[in-house]
């Protein structure tokens, strides 16, 4: 099941910080990680953090934006310690790996990091499926990257067993996901049910409740079947006020 289970790191800007990320993978079983962007990773910072999971430094897969990262992916996690109008539905690890019990089936899945600094913006919480959150002290809640990824590979590799592990109907990949997303921004201001001006403010409402809703892959050729012909009843009726 770990097999399964990638870790994400969004334009990381320490070496040192993605060396640490992987010898707490290799502590805990996770052998993949994707990089968007970020540091050098043949720096020898970074290969003297991961001491003995330099296989996994080498091994990293860089990608040019966080939608291709998770393009493959079934079930996609942000982390954020930020709480906000768009940051709501946040889960603590040991709720994250209960829910991924009921709902991995033999999906991947993404656990998304972002950067040291500031994490991941709005846009790129948009893109992952859930939330998730590590609690910690109101007077100092920042925690250093590689201790934020060892914590929840930890709880992931504790809790995610075959045994706990419930068939289940396969989730649509996030590239699914964002195709349908795509199509319905198009159709939404075609028939001018979005603003113009700033589509991507309800798009963020919408992603959200589908996103709650756990859609396959037949589930969102309905959807974008039901965009088609929105688009086709828009056109048609154009076509006959045409004088």
């Known amino acids: 099941m770990l097999d399964r289970i990638c870790i994400v790191l969004v334009e990381p800007q320490t070496p040192g910080n993605v060396g640490m990320v992987c010898r707490a993978m290799k502590n805990m079983g996770l052998r993949h990680l994707r990089l968007v962007k970020g540091c050098r990773t043949d720096h020898s910072e970074a290969r003297r953090f991961a001491v003995s999971?330099?296989?996994?430094?080498?091994?990293?897969?860089?990608?040019?934006?966080?939608?291709?990262?998770?393009?493959?992916?079934?079930?996609?996690?942000?982390?954020?310690?930020?709480?906000?109008?768009?940051?709501?539905?946040?889960?603590?690890?040991?709720?994250?790996?209960?829910?991924?019990?009921?709902?991995?089936?033999?999906?991947?899945?993404?656990?998304?990091?972002?950067?040291?600094?500031?994490?991941?913006?709005?846009?790129?919480?948009?893109?992952?499926?859930?939330?998730?959150?590590?609690?910690?002290?109101?007077?100092?809640?920042?925690?250093?990257?590689?201790?934020?990824?060892?914590?929840f590979c930890y709880e992931v590799s504790r809790g995610v067993m075959p045994g706990a592990m419930i068939p289940t109907r396969e989730m649509a990949s996030t590239g699914e996901m964002?195709?349908?997303?795509?199509?319905?921004?198009?159709?939404?201001?075609?028939?001018?049910?979005?603003?113009a001006a700033n589509p991507k403010h309800l798009m963020r409402t919408i992603r959200r409740i589908l996103a709650r809703a756990e859609l396959d892959s037949r589930e969102i050729s309905v959807l974008r079947g039901m965009m088609s012909q929105m688009e086709w009843a828009t056109d048609s009726s154009k076509r006959r006020e045409l004088p």
């Not at 992952?128 to 201790?147: F, H, K, V």
């Not at 964002?178 to 603003?195: A, P, Q, R, V």
């Open 53 to 151: 999971a330099r296989d996994l430094l080498d091994g990293a897969v860089r990608f040019e934006s966080l939608e291709d990262a998770l393009a493959d992916i079934e079930i996609s996690v942000a982390t954020t310690r930020r709480i906000g109008k768009y940051r709501q539905e946040t889960m603590e690890p040991a709720e994250l790996v209960a829910k991924l019990g009921e709902k991995m089936g033999s999906g991947r899945v993404a656990l998304v990091f972002g950067r040291e600094d500031n994490g991941l913006s709005t846009d790129e919480l948009a893109l992952c499926r859930w939330q998730a959150t590590i609690p910690t002290s109101d007077e100092y809640g920042s925690l250093n990257l590689g201790q934020a990824v060892l914590l």
């Open 178 to 195: 964002e195709d349908l997303y795509n199509h319905m921004e198009k159709t939404l201001l075609e028939i001018g049910f979005l603003d």
